[in-house]
């Protein structure tokens, strides 16, 4: 049973261009959220977050939007520079449970010259 | 300053055997999570360690342990290795309880033939 989603295993974007990135979740007790990054043999770094009480954060490049009514939320990133092709992992956390994270499988971003 | 360190970056093990992988924390962080990611599949949560106490556990078999030193190095075990235990183990260290604040270390990459 997926709590979260990331329908998309890849996405290919032109350099400059806008890069949205989806991840939909099941679970309505998650209240906090995050999306990180991986490149290949190194571990994930965190991204950004967003809390259930905002429908925005925002941070550079980098911009999450949360729907919670659709229990959707996307990260924007404009312009896509070369350096973010890699792998976006979307990430949840629940109310009461903050020792773990869940995580979707991951969307990988390919920014092309 | 290092970076949360794992050792050994990559091994290869016989289906039974037993393994310990090892995560050495940034300085100053108290907490430690481990967190398997199999091959297409986002992390899922084993541990969380904090003050060398066990603060959460996923939902993984008894064959998986762990526990965390003074020092706050931390080490997962594994017994009775199965072919499906082939994964990435991914490290995480933190100041404090919960899912704020995380650095991933490189990673783990057991093979179990």
């Known amino acids: 049973d997926q709590q979260v989603k990331q329908n998309s295993p890849s996405l290919s974007v032109q350099e400059g261009r806008i890069s949205i990135l989806n991840c939909d979740y099941t679970n309505s007790m998650f209240d906090y959220f995050l999306w990180y990054k991986k490149y290949p043999a190194e571990g994930p770094t965190f991204l950004i977050s967003i809390s259930s009480i905002k429908d925005k954060n925002e941070d550079?490049?980098?911009?999450?939007?949360?729907?919670?009514?659709?229990?959707?939320?996307?990260?924007?990133?404009?312009p896509s520079q070369p350096g973010d092709s890699a792998v976006y992992f979307c990430a949840?956390?629940?109310?009461?449970?903050?020792?773990?994270?869940?995580?979707?499988?991951?969307?990988?971003?390919?920014?092309?010259? | 300053d290092a970076g949360v360190t794992q050792s050994p970056t990559h091994l290869i093990k016989t289906r039974g055997q037993h393994v310990t992988l090892r995560?050495?924390?940034?300085?100053g962080h108290k907490s430690v999570s481990w967190y398997q990611q199999v091959l297409g599949q986002g992390p899922q949560f084993i541990f969380q360690y904090y003050e060398k106490e066990e603060r959460g556990r996923g939902n993984f078999p008894d064959r998986f342990s762990?526990?965390?030193?003074?020092?706050?190095?931390?080490?997962?075990?594994?017994?009775?290795?199965?072919?499906?235990?082939s994964a990435l183990y991914l490290c995480a260290s933190s100041g404090g309880t919960g899912i704020?604040?995380?650095t991933f270390g490189s990673g783990t990459r057991l093979t179990v033939v």
């Open chain 1, 60 to 78: 550079g490049r980098f911009t999450v939007f949360l729907n919670k009514s659709a229990k959707h939320l996307s990260l924007h990133i404009v």
């Open chain 1, 92 to 113: 949840a956390s629940e109310l009461g449970s903050n020792y773990q994270l869940i995580w979707g499988a991951g969307t990988k971003l390919i920014i092309k010259p």
């Open chain 2, 23 to 27: 995560c050495s924390p940034i300085s």
């Open chain 2, 66 to 85: 762990a526990r965390q030193f003074p020092n706050y190095s931390s080490e997962l075990n594994v017994n009775a290795l199965l072919l499906g235990d």
């Open chain 2, 100 to 102: 704020y604040g995380y």
